[in-house]
């Protein structure tokens, strides 16, 4: 499980790891998720749709996915972490459920 200093850490990859909606962050990292996939999912909503950080956050969700499917030894398309990270933001999609088909889609 990540806790907001490894999300601000990977924020600072990209961004200056500032906060400006903290509050999202919080709930998708305190909520008890039914699994890992869950969380990803709320992470990934609270960063790109709730725009956690000032900037860098499609970047820091994408590595999120990353993470957890390198650590779950699961195959993925990079290049399309980077269309649906895309995709949730423009469409402004921001039920949990669509997103986490949309971060199962990406699975090679």
């Given amino acids: 499980m990540l806790l907001i200093e490894n999300i601000i850490t990977i924020n600072k990859r990209f961004a200056s790891g500032k906060i400006v909606n ?3 962050l919080d709930l998708a990292l305190s909520s008890p998720e039914k699994g890992w996939m869950d ?3 709320s992470l990934v909503k609270a960063l790109v749709v709730g725009h956690a950080f000032e900037d860098g956050n ?3 969700a994408a590595v ?3 993470a ?3 650590e779950f030894e ?3 398309d990079t290049r399309e972490i980077y269309k ?3 995709e949730i933001e423009s469409k402004g999609i921001d039920d949990t459920d669509k997103i986490k088909e949309l971060i ?3 699975i090679r």
């Fill in 104 to 106: 199962k889609s990406v």
């Fill in 84 to 86: 649906i990270m895309v």
């Fill in 64 to 66: 999120i996915i990353a």
């Fill in 39 to 41: 969380q990803v999912a």
């Fill in 74 to 76: 699961i195959s993925f």
């Fill in 68 to 70: 957890y499917y390198t």
């Fill in 58 to 60: 499609k970047r820091t």
């Fill in 22 to 24: 903290k509050r999202g």
